[in-house]
C-alpha cells in the first residue's frame, strides 16, 4: 500500500463484524486519507528504484478537500543497461494511483469519490511473463439522521484482471477478468452507552470472465474464449457491540447472504467427469440460487489494565472459488462461480487470544490461537486441463479442508528503540476423495513457520536506522516424481498432491534516514536502503526441462528475481 494515501489499517483475523462477508478469509479493512481541507501540501521521493508523488489540499476551505498519491518503479529501465542479455530483456515494474475527493454539502451530508488504478509487469527473457492489474471506484453519500443514527450509501465498481504469458514455452497466454457492481447501504444506530448497533444491506453483481487463450502462430494450442458467467451476491446483516460493564465486551451478529448465478448460456451437469446434463439459460434467467445464515460472536474480557482475553466464532461462506495448477509455480489461476455443480465453501472458526502490557504498556505480547473447518472446498484431478476448458467444472473434485495455528507476537511501542518479533506456526490442509490416497494433503497456502523480527533505532534527532529480518516456509508444490515418452515427446509423471516444497524463503532489508530540514513549512531527508542485504537468492519459480547435453537427464532451474538492492531516496513535503 501507499502509505501517503492510508488514513487507517484494521485487521479482523478471528471473527469480523456481520458487515463483512463473501469470502471465508481474515478481512483487511483499508480507509483513505480525507485530504487537508485547510491548506495546500506536496510531498513525495525520488529514488534509484522508484518515485512517489502526492498532493492534498481543499476544493472550498473547511467543506472539501483532495488527495491525489501516484508512485512507480522503474528498475526496469536500469535492467536494459546491463550487458547481459540473460537480464537486459526482462521488465519489471509497478505502478499505483490513488484519488480521493470528499464535499461537506451541510452539517447532515457529506459525498465522498474515491477510486485507485494499478498494475504490475513481470516478463522474464521471454519465456514467461505476469501482468495484473485493479482499477477500482467508489461514490459513497454519508448522512447523519439524527444525533444517534448515521448512514452511509455506496456505489463500488472493481475490475480485476491478469494474464500468464507462456508464449515461448507454450505458444499461449491466458487471460481471466473479474469485475464486479456493488451497492451498500449501511446504518449505525448508537442506541445507548452500552450498545451501538449496526445493519445494512449489500448487492455485488459478479461478471467472471473464467479464461481467455491467446495463441501464437506456431502454437498446438487453439484460441478460446470462456462465456462469462454472471451472478448476484445479496446480503442482510445486523450486529450490536454491548459493553455490560467496564471490562466486558460482546460483539454479536448475523448475516444472511443469498447466491443466484444467472444466464444465458449452456450449463452442465456432471458426474464422474460424464456430462449428464446439459441446459440452457436466457438471460437473467436463474441457474442456480443458495442461502445461508452467517452467526457471528466475538467476547473480550479485561482482567485488569494489563491482562486481557479474547474468544470468537465466525460463521462464512464463499461463492467465487480461485482452482490453481499445482503443478506450475506461475499463478495460473482460474476463477469459478458456485452453481448446479459447485457449493459454496463453508468456514467455521473458532479463535482464543490472550494480551498482555508490561512496564505501562511499553511492551505488548500477545498470543491467540485458532481452529477453521471448512466445507465444499475445491481442487483438481491428476492431470487435468484447465486452459479455457469450457467443461472445467467436469476436472474438479470436491472435499474438506481445516486450517489451524497459534500466532504470537512481542512488540516495544516505546523510547529510542522500538520494533517486534512475531512468530506463527500454522497448517492449512485438504481432505478430497481421489487426491493423496484419500488422505490429508498441504493446500498450496500451507506455510508452516513465518517469522518476522523488525528493529527501529532513533540514534538522534536527524539519524534513525531499521532493520526486519523475515523467514517462512516455502509454499507445498506439486513436482514431478518421474517421466516417460509418448510420441517422442516427455510427459512428466506425478505422485503425492503438493508433496514437496519451495525452497524457504528469508531475507534482511536495512536502513538508514537522514532527516535534512524540518519546519512548519518544509521537511526533506534522505532514505538509505538495502533490500535483500546478504543477496539471498529466493525462488520465484522452479521449472523442469530436458538436460541439452544429456536428454535422459531432467534439471531443475530456479527463476530468482533479485539479489541484493541498494537504493537511495530523497524525501520531502511542503
Do not use: C
Not at 80 to 89: A, C, G, Q, R
Not at 251 to 280: A, C, E, K, W
Not at 353 to 372: I, K, L
Not at 374 to 395: V, Y
Request: charged share 20%; aromatic share 14%.
Amino acid at each position: 500500500f501507499n502509505s501517503d494515501a492510508i488514513k487507517d489499517i484494521q485487521m479482523f483475523k478471528g471473527t469480523a463484524p456481520a458487515e463483512y462477508g463473501g469470502r471465508i478469509s481474515s478481512v483487511l479493512d483499508v480507509k483513505m486519507n480525507d485530504g487537508n481541507n485547510q491548506s495546500h501540501h506536496i510531498g513525495g521521493g525520488i529514488g534509484l528504484i522508484s518515485s512517489r508523488l502526492n498532493a492534498e489540499g481543499p476544493l472550498v476551505k473547511d467543506k472539501g478537500s483532495y488527495l491525489v498519491t501516484a508512485r512507480r518503479t522503474y528498475a526496469d529501465l536500469f535492467l536494459k543497461l546491463s550487458p547481459d542479455t540473460l537480464i537486459n530483456n526482462n521488465q519489471l515494474y509497478f505502478y499505483d494511483l490513488n484519488m480521493k475527493l470528499n464535499y461537506k454539502i451541510d452539517d447532515k451530508n457529506r459525498l465522498f469519490l474515491s477510486g485507485y488504478f494499478g498494475r504490475d509487469i513481470f516478463e522474464f527473457q521471454d519465456r514467461f511473463g505476469i501482468d495484473w492489474g485493479n482499477i477500482t471506484g467508489t461514490l459513497r453519500w454519508n448522512h447523519l439522521w439524527s444525533e444517534k443514527l448515521f448512514s452511509n450509501t455506496s456505489l463500488v465498481y472493481s475490475n480485476y484482471d491478469y494474464r500468464v504469458d507462456l508464449s515461448q514455452d507454450a505458444g499461449f497466454s491466458l487471460h481471466s477478468v473479474i469485475k464486479n457492481w456493488n451497492f451498500k447501504q449501511e446504518f449505525q444506530l448508537f442506541a445507548n452507552s452500552k450498545n451501538t448497533i449496526s445493519f445494512g444491506l449489500s448487492s455485488t453483481f459478479h461478471t467472471i470472465t473464467p479464461g481467455q487463450v491467446e495463441t501464437t502462430e506456431d502454437s498446438d494450442f487453439t484460441p478460446q474464449r470462456l462465456d462469462d458467467k454472471n451472478s448476484l451476491d445479496n446480503a442482510l446483516y445486523i450486529s450490536n457491540v454491548w459493553k455490560p460493564t467496564s471490562k466486558l465486551n460482546i460483539n454479536y451478529g448475523l448475516r444472511l447472504s443469498t447466491y443466484h448465478l444467472f444466464g444465458p448460456g449452456n450449463f452442465y451437469s456432471y458426474s464422474n467427469g460424464v456430462i449428464t446434463d446439459t441446459m440452457t439459460y436466457k438471460k437473467a434467467e436463474i441457474v442456480k440460487s443458495f442461502y445461508h445464515l452467517e452467526p457471528r460472536l466475538n467476547i473480550s474480557y479485561v482482567f485488569d489494565a494489563e491482562n486481557s482475553v479474547k474468544a470468537s466464532f465466525t460463521r462464512n461462506t464463499q461463492n467465487l472459488h480461485v482452482v490453481s495448477n499445482s503443478t506450475s509455480s506461475l499463478p495460473t489461476d482460474i476463477w469459478l462461480s458456485s452453481g448446479n455443480n459447485i457449493k459454496p465453501e463453508i468456514g467455521n472458526q473458532v479463535s482464543l487470544g490472550y494480551f498482555r502490557n508490561f512496564a505501562s504498556d511499553r511492551y505488548q505480547f500477545s498470543a491467540e490461537t485458532y481452529y477453521r473447518s471448512m466445507e465444499n472446498q475445491i481442487d483438481l484431478k491428476n492431470g487435468a486441463d484447465i486452459f479455457a476448458n469450457e467443461h472445467i467444472e467436469g476436472e474438479l473434485l470436491f472435499g474438506e479442508g481445516r486450517a489451524y495455528g497459534l500466532e504470537m507476537l512481542l512488540r516495544k511501542k516505546q523510547g529510542k528503540f522500538t520494533g517486534w518479533i512475531g512468530y506463527t506456526w500454522s497448517r492449512t490442509e485438504r481432505l478430497i476423495d481421489g487426491i493423496n490416497n484419500n488422505n490429508w494433503y498441504p493446500a498450496r497456502q500451507d506455510i508452516t513457520h513465518d517469522l518476522s523480527i523488525v528493529g527501529i533505532y532513533d540514534i538522534t534527532k536527524k539519524w534513525s536506522i531499521s532493520a526486519s529480518w523475515v523467514y517462512n516456509t516455502g509454499n507445498a508444490v506439486t513436482f514431478p516424481s518421474g517421466k516417460y515418452l509418448i510420441n517422442g515427446n516427455v510427459q512428466y509423471y506425478y505422485t503425492e498432491r503438493n508433496g514437496y516444497r519451495m525452497p524457504d524463503y528469508h531475507r534482511l532489508d536495512i536502513g538508514a534516514t537522514r532527516t535534512l530540514k524540518k519546519t512548519k513549512k518544509f521537511e526533506s531527508s534522505l532514505n538509505f536502503s538495502v533490500y535483500n542485504a546478504y543477496g539471498q537468492k529466493n525462488p520465484f519459480s522452479i521449472d523442469f526441462e530436458q538436460d541439452e547435453a544429456d536428454p535422459t537427464k531432467t534439471i531443475a532451474v530456479k527463476t530468482y528475481l533479485f539479489t541484493f538492492v541498494p537504493s537511495v531516496t530523497y524525501n520531502f513535503k511542503f
